[in-house]
């Protein structure tokens, strides 16, 4: 929204005023453009809003509030002064302390302002306003004027130091005015000839090519460019540089790179067919550094390894081994160094935790002067080595759980020993130098919360006799005597069929534990300290209604409702988070009836087009639906016309409503965020919750005739 007059003398000064309370802000750009008619006046919602608007308008000032969904007034100054260090920024709010101050001060504030009752504030807003904006300028003026005099001298430092190249110059009519020597020399032409002819009368095979275009860029932008490409003209390739000149014209750069730009293409013309030559091979090729990255490999071992060429580039050659046989590995290549060949059996472990056996054969890789190159080798595949397949299960089942879980803590139990392994990352996050910790159950057990210790016992008992997934949340105790949280997972490894070991992961949740005790804290606040004021004003409100009728009390009680609604959504946010706890079968053309029975759909029609049933937590579940319909019923209308329907692997709810914009769509699952005028902006933040919760995915798009629709994907069907 903008407000701005047009019809006061002077430079316009434009300001964007950010505020979530927008009766309120508008209320403030009236009094400030009653103040100057100079003002020009955009308003924002909240910041993310605002730094949409800086990004696509110029702006001379900026007022924010402090309190606003998303990032506060200091946050959202500190990301403007990232890339608007000098635009001037006013906080202008109703939540004042001398905390607020000095962090606003810390940030870079230009001037700090608190909202009070009466006009008097708007004169002094416009005040501080006009001065900040005028500082600005000024400073903006004398940094252009030191901009251009080093522009100048830039330009001459460019002419002396690139003497060599060819050097041509054409004013804003693209009329030759310098030719030096080289250019002369490799147009064949004239300076004589060539001063004051039109450019592209004199080369019109430069016409409609890359040339027309980058020379024209400048011309237009006045930003220099710099390219490398062919000009059938002189028959040559050439690398030019063009930089715009003072007078309105352009200069040209340029050298004739014919000879090495052929050499390159002969170049790569030999690497291809080696390429090919080699990608053709059943067996993998490698080129290994002395320091042990990967230099060039062939097509199979990409194929074979899984991984993509990026990846390949930034790994060692030993990490596409297990971690057992990496010192095997590492072994074989200093043998190779040292005596000029090797032969290896080793296992490739693939991106996908998969384990193949494979032979190697490498030789030391030397240049024409003797000079150490790396090692190059051969790969043969060897999987029909009958005799490894089970330890390839045992190993892939360990890979497999650690790939599943987090960069976390490894440790491993051998059941009935007194013996437990932990890696170097868990000792670290105890406080333990790598391979410090004692390796016994004893030194587990001391480190474990004695209130928390039956229980663990508990878990790892039932898991063996089980062999189900060891998993349980427990306190630990640090190195340094503080005690942390701990959230753990094992499997169980079988030796025939008896248990064996007992391998898992250990996560840190400590931080996570803090933030639920805070959640339930805040949920009570909100529970009690809110709804029970709220409830006491609704009764009183209903009172006063059958006493007297005023469209001002509906107004009041369409706000009690949306206060109502705040605090079971802000309830629903606090107290089920991220919680899936009882997953059954849904049937999804049930659920969806009764959804639609429980909302208040006034006027608007439901069309079912799924048949189906999964695996969810119905209440869950039930909170997303609902939620998308009474989205579509705020949005799309009190007639709207909703509809569900099944994807290959999940459903969809579109309606046939307003529909939502491109560059809203990152933006409607953020919390606080809402289009709708009384909209609260939990709903949809609500379902992507849910939906992350299940380990589903979400999306935005257009609806079949127009309106929203939201796509949910990842779902897992049953036939039962």
Not at 41 to 62: K, P, Y
Not at 64 to 91: A, C, H, V, W
Not at 658 to 685: K, Q
């Amino acid at each position: 929204m903008r407000y701005s007059v047009t019809d006061g003398g002077g430079d316009t000064i434009r300001i964007l005023h950010v505020d979530d309370e927008l009766d309120l802000a508008e209320l403030t750009a009236a009094f400030l453009m009653r103040e100057d008619n100079q003002f020009s006046i955009e308003m924002a919602s909240n910041a993310s809003n605002g730094l949409d608007r800086l990004s696509e308008t110029q702006f001379d000032c900026v007022i924010s509030d402090y309190d606003m969904p998303g990032q506060n007034g200091i946050e959202f100054l500190k990301t403007i002064r990232e890339k608007y260090p000098d635009l001037p920024f006013i906080l202008y709010t109703g939540k004042g302390s001398e905390e607020i101050a000095s962090d606003a001060i810390s940030a870079g504030v230009t001037d700090y302002l608190q909202k009070e009752s009466g006009t008097d504030q708007y004169t002094i807003l416009a005040n501080r306003v006009r001065n900040a904006v005028e500082r600005y300028w000024i400073e903006r003026e004398a940094e252009h004027m030191w901009t251009q005099l080093e522009s100048i001298g830039n330009e001459r430092e460019q002419i002396i130091e690139r003497v060599t190249d060819a050097i041509v110059e054409v004013d804003s009519d693209w009329r030759f005015t310098l030719v030096n020597e080289q250019a002369e020399d490799l147009y064949e032409m004239s300076n004589e000839y060539l001063l004051g002819r039109d450019f592209w009368d004199v080369f019109q095979d430069a016409k409609d090519t890359r040339f027309e275009t980058e020379y024209r860029r400048v011309m237009e932008t006045r930003e220099p460019t710099s390219f490398v490409e062919y000009f059938s003209q002189l028959d040559g390739w050439f690398e030019v540089e063009a930089y715009p000149k003072r007078d309105g014209g352009i200069a040209f750069y340029f050298i004739e790179v014919t000879e090495q730009r052929e050499r390159q293409q002969e170049l790569e013309a030999e690497r291809r067919f080696i390429s090919e030559a080699l990608d053709a091979l059943t067996d993998i090729f490698y080129v290994i550094n002395p320091e042990g990255t990967l230099r060039r490999w062939n097509e199979p071992i990409v194929e074979v390894s899984g991984y993509s060429e990026a990846e390949l580039t930034e790994m060692s050659a030993i990490e596409l081994f297990p971690d057992d046989e990496q010192s095997r590995i590492a072994e074989s290549l200093e043998t190779t160094l040292e005596t000029g060949a090797d032969k290896i059996e080793a296992e490739i472990q693939t991106s996908d935790g998969t384990q193949i056996p494979y032979e190697f054969v490498n030789r030391r890789l030397t240049d024409s002067k003797g000079e150490l190159l790396g090692v190059v080798g051969i790969g043969r595949d060897l999987t029909d080595a009958k005799a490894q397949e089970q330890e390839l299960r045992e190993t892939k089942q360990r890979l497999d759980l650690v790939l599943e879980g987090t960069k976390t803590g490894i440790w491993e139990w051998k059941i009935g020993m007194d013996e437990i392994e932990w890696d170097n990352t868990l000792e670290r996050m105890f406080g333990l130098e790598p391979d410090s910790f004692e390796g016994t159950y004893e030194a587990f057990a001391k480190r474990t919360h004695p209130d928390d210790l039956p229980r663990v016992e508990e878990a790892m008992n039932q898991a063996i006799e089980t062999d189900e997934l060891y998993h349980t949340e427990f306190r630990m105790i640090h190195e340094d005597g503080d005690t942390v949280w701990a959230e753990v997972q094992g499997v169980v490894i079988k030796e025939e069929t008896e248990p064996d070991r007992l391998i898992g992961l250990y996560h840190e949740i400590t931080e996570r534990k803090q933030r639920e005790e805070q959640l339930e804290m805040f949920a009570s606040v909100v529970s009690h300290d809110l709804r029970n004021p709220l409830n006491v004003a609704s009764g009183y409100l209903e009172l006063t209604q059958k006493e007297c009728e005023s469209n001002n009390l509906d107004r009041v009680a369409e706000a009690h409702d949306r206060m109502d609604r705040l605090i079971e959504d802000l309830l629903t946010l606090a107290r089920e988070g991220d919680n899936v706890t009882n997953i059954e079968l849904v049937d999804l053309t049930s659920l969806t009836e009764n959804c639609w029975r429980t909302v208040a759909t006034a006027e608007a029609t439901l069309t079912t087009d799924i048949n189906g049933v999964i695996r969810a937590d119905r209440s869950r579940l039930q909170q997303l639906v609902e939620n998308l319909f009474r989205n579509a019923v705020e949005h799309g209308g009190e007639d709207v016309m909703v509809t569900v329907g099944e994807l290959v692997n999940g459903f969809y709810v579109e309606d046939n409503g307003p529909g939502i914009s491109e560059d809203e769509r990152d933006d409607v699952f953020d919390v606080g965020y809402s289009t709708a005028e009384d909209g609260i902006g939990f709903g949809l933040s609500i379902i992507k919750q849910i939906v992350d919760s299940h380990d589903w995915n979400v999306r935005v798009t257009d609806g079949t005739d127009g309106g929203a629709r939201f796509e949910i994907t990842g779902v897992e069907f049953t036939a039962e």
